[in-house]
C-alpha cells in the first residue's frame, strides 16, 4: 500500500552542483511515500542480457556523435571532440558521499555522488566550471567506475548519483551493467542539465530509477544567450515528458529515502531570466502537479557571469519569494 504524506522541511542543505561550496537550497516542501521492497530497475535489465545490448546500442551513437540534441556529428570512437570536449573518454572529477542533495536523496548515509568531467552545455554562470569547462579529472574505463560505484554503495549510500552524464551515457551504461553483476544494489541517479535526446533517454528506460534534469529556462533566447543552445526549452520539455513516462513522480521509502521517480530542479535567475512561471506551468500541467521541485534560490555570478550585467549580480530575496509565489499560482504542490 501506498501512503503519500507532505512533510513540511523549513531547512538548508549545500547544493550539490555547487559542490558542497556553501550555496545553499532551501526546500518548502517534499512528498513522501513509502511502498514495497525496493529492487532497482536495473537488475530486471542485467538478468535478461538487455543492459549489455544497450551499452553497445549507446556507444554506437559516438560514431558520428547525436548523443545530445547537439548532434555534432563527430566520430568519437576515432577521438574525435565535439562540443563537449571528450572523444571516447570518460573522466571522473571526484566521487564522494555527498551530504548536500535534496533530502531524499541523502538520508543517513550521503547520495554516493559521482561528478563527471566535461558537459553538453556552455553555462556562462556554470558553478562547477573547472570540471564542466577545464575538464579535471581522471581517466576512468568502465571498470574503474563500477568499482567506484560498489565502493559507494559499501560506504552506506543509498544510492549513485552521475553529476553531468549526459555526453558519457554510453560508458555509463557499460560500467552499471559491470557494477550489477558485483552486487550493485542501489538505485541510480541521472542527474543532467536538462538538455538530452529523447532518443538516448529511450535506451536509459529500465536503467535510471532516479531522473534529476534542471528545467533552466523557458525562453529560448535566454538559453541561446547563457547555455549555448538555441532551443533549450523545446529540448527540456520534450526530455521531461520522457523521463517523467519512465519512472513518474517521486516514490520514497518509510525512511524518506528516494526510490524512484524524478525531481526537477530549477535555478531561480536575477530579472526573471528562467522563466519561473511559465516552468512551474508546464510541469504542473504537462508532468504532474505533485512533481518534486527544487526552486533553488543560490545563484551567483559564477565563471564569465561578471561579464554579462544581466546576471552579475546574485539573486535577491524578494526575486525568490517572487518564483515561489509563481510557482504556488501556476499549481505546484511539491516546491
Ligand atoms: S555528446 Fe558531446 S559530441 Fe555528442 S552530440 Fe552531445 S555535445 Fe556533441
Not at 555527498?98 to 555522488?113: D, R
Request: aromatic letters at 8%; one cysteine or more; hydrophobic letters at 40%.
Amino acid at each position: 500500500m501506498t501512503i503519500l504524506a507532505t512533510i513540511l522541511w523549513g531547512g538548508a542543505a549545500l547544493c550539490a552542483r555547487c559542490h558542497g561550496r556553501g550555496r545553499e537550497v532551501r526546500y518548502l516542501a517534499t512528498t513522501m511515500a513509502h511502498t514495497r521492497p525496493f529492487r532497482p530497475a536495473y537488475l530486471e535489465l542485467v538478468d535478461s542480457g538487455e543492459l549489455h545490448h544497450r551499452a553497445a546500442a549507446a556507444r554506437e551513437l559516438l560514431r558520428g556523435c547525436r548523443l545530445c540534441p547537439r548532434r555534432c556529428g563527430v566520430n568519437r570512437l576515432a577521438g574525435e571532440q565535439g562540443a563537449c570536449r571528450l572523444g571516447d573518454e570518460l573522466r571522473i572529477a571526484s566521487a564522494v558521499p555527498h551530504y548536500g542533495e535534496e533530502p531524499p536523496l541523502v538520508g543517513y548515509g550521503g547520495s554516493g555522488t559521482i561528478f563527471l568531467a566535461s558537459c553538453n552545455l556552455a553555462c556562462l554562470f556554470c558553478q562547477n566550471y573547472e570540471l564542466s569547462h577545464g575538464g579535471e579529472g581522471y581517466r576512468a574505463s568502465p571498470e574503474d567506475v563500477a568499482r567506484t560505484m560498489l565502493a559507494l554503495q559499501q560506504r552506506g549510500c543509498h544510492n549513485v548519483n552521475f553529476v553531468t552524464p549526459t555526453h558519457v551515457t554510453p560508458q555509463l551504461l557499460q560500467a552499471i551493467a559491470l557494477a550489477a553483476e558485483q552486487g550493485l544494489s542501489v538505485p541510480l541517479v541521472y542527474n543532467c542539465g536538462g538538455y538530452e535526446s529523447v532518443a538516448t533517454l529511450k535506451l536509459l528506460d529500465g536503467v535510471f530509477d532516479l531522473y534529476m534534469p534542471d528545467f533552466k529556462y523557458a525562453d529560448a533566447a535566454v538559453g541561446a544567450r547563457l547555455s549555448g543552445v538555441p532551443d533549450y526549452p523545446d529540448v527540456a520539455k520534450a526530455a521531461l515528458r520522457e523521463m517523467y513516462r519512465q519512472v513518474g513522480d517521486l516514490v520514497c521509502d518509510d525512511d524518506g529515502l528516494a526510490q524512484r521517480g524524478m525531481i526537477i530542479r530549477h535555478l531561480v535567475l536575477p530579472n526573471a531570466l528562467a522563466g519561473t512561471r511559465d516552468v512551474a506551468r508546464f510541469v504542473a500541467k504537462a508532468l504532474s502537479p505533485n512533481a518534486y521541485v527544487n526552486l533553488m534560490d543560490q545563484y551567483r555570478p559564477c565563471f564569465r557571469a561578471q561579464q554579462h550585467p544581466e546576471i552579475a549580480r546574485p539573486l535577491r530575496p524578494e526575486e525568490f519569494s517572487e518564483a515561489v509565489r509563481l510557482a504556488w499560482e501556476e499549481g505546484l504542490t511539491q516546491y
